[in-house]
């Protein structure tokens, strides 16, 4: 283990990417995402995905070269192809333009069509949130979790992330899996040779299990039991059905080089406060945070990162590639 900055690791991983094929901008947004993940702690979505995503590019299921395109067919839509690239690129577009169109129109929807695993999806919706709008990140994934009393999986663990700036401080970001756990910790499990608690995952047969290799051969326990199962369902239909790409049970996996393209999508919903009829929306969140954070024991969600996150700007991390 070698310890860098962030900015060093960032040059290592985009230089292995370019390495296998990518074009220095798609590498330089991958490795971006990477690093961010891993300094915010989230290492199922930081450097473990590394070795899947560099197969994925040498086998093709990725194009690495791919430019991800923007299309306006309504004033409110920002439609994005990212052209069976990585998501970080069409994502990055979408937040580069969603600001003055969500500003222009109050609100406005990005379909991202052709895509891939967009990581932690946390990350990108604070990006929006640190612009002063509120903002939302729907994001199919291949199949994990099946509907509540089946067996096969029907939908992903299908990650639902929102965002809300905090006057004077770092946004508010809520980031979960629509499974107990997001696969990425029992891929990194995996990995390390680790096991898994008992509760997060079903082999293939339906039966609890602590082995993360037969946990990624079966189902994921959804969050909630039945009602996480059917918020699964809704985030299929926001991101694949309403953006027109594969369904879960259709999608190749994001964890090896088998098949073609997993062809996934993304949503991404951005507001401006303020053109909802008034300027009452920081007051507002400065208040529901210190109902939150008065009382001992609590915190409000995504904090601890911003911890992690400044501990690694200060001493950067151990890199192992």
């Not at 990585?86 to 609100?107: H, T």
């Not at 507001?271 to 954070?293: C, Q, V």
Request: proline share 7%; net charge neutral.
């Amino acid at each position: 283990m070698t310890r860098y900055s962030l900015a060093e690791a960032e040059d290592k991983v985009a230089a292995l990417f370019v390495g296998a094929g990518a074009s220095a901008a798609n590498a330089a947004s991958v490795a971006q995402a990477l690093i961010a993940a891993e300094a915010d702690g989230l290492k199922g979505h930081g450097l473990s995905r590394v070795p899947t995503y560099l197969a994925m590019l040498k086998s093709g299921k990725i194009d690495g070269q791919a430019v991800p395109t923007a299309r306006q067919p309504k004033p409110g839509v920002l439609a994005i192809d990212a052209a069976h690239g990585f998501a970080y690129p069409a994502i990055d577009l979408a937040i580069v333009e969603l600001p003055e169109l969500a500003r222009r129109q109050g609100i406005v929807a990005a379909p991202i069509r052709r895509s891939n695993h967009c990581g932690a999806a946390g990350l990108h919706v604070e990006r929006l949130a640190e612009q002063g709008l509120v903002a939302l990140l729907f994001a199919n994934t291949p199949g994990a979790i099946a509907p509540w009393g089946g067996a096969k999986p029907v939908f992903g663990t299908n990650p639902i992330a929102f965002a809300a700036p905090l006057a004077g401080r770092e946004p508010l970001v809520i980031d979960m899996a629509l499974s107990k756990v997001a696969r990425g910790p029992i891929v990194a499990a995996k990995q390390k040779g680790e096991s898994i608690p008992e509760g997060w995952a079903l082999d293939a047969a339906g039966k609890p299990t602590t082995d993360p290799a037969a946990a990624l051969a079966g189902t994921m326990v959804p969050l909630g039991d039945a009602k996480g199962a059917t918020l699964a369902m809704m985030v299929e239909i926001l991101a694949a059905a309403l953006v027109g790409t594969h369904f879960a049970f259709q999608a190749s996996s994001f964890l090896d080089d088998k098949g073609g393209p997993p062809d996934t999508g993304q949503l991404i919903l951005a507001i401006d406060p303020a053109s909802m009829g008034g300027n009452w929306f920081a007051e507002r969140m400065k208040l529901l945070a210190h109902a939150i954070e008065e009382q001992d024991g609590t915190r409000l969600p995504g904090m601890r990162r911003y911890g992690l996150r400044a501990k690694a700007k200060a001493e950067g991390i151990e890199v192992d590639l």
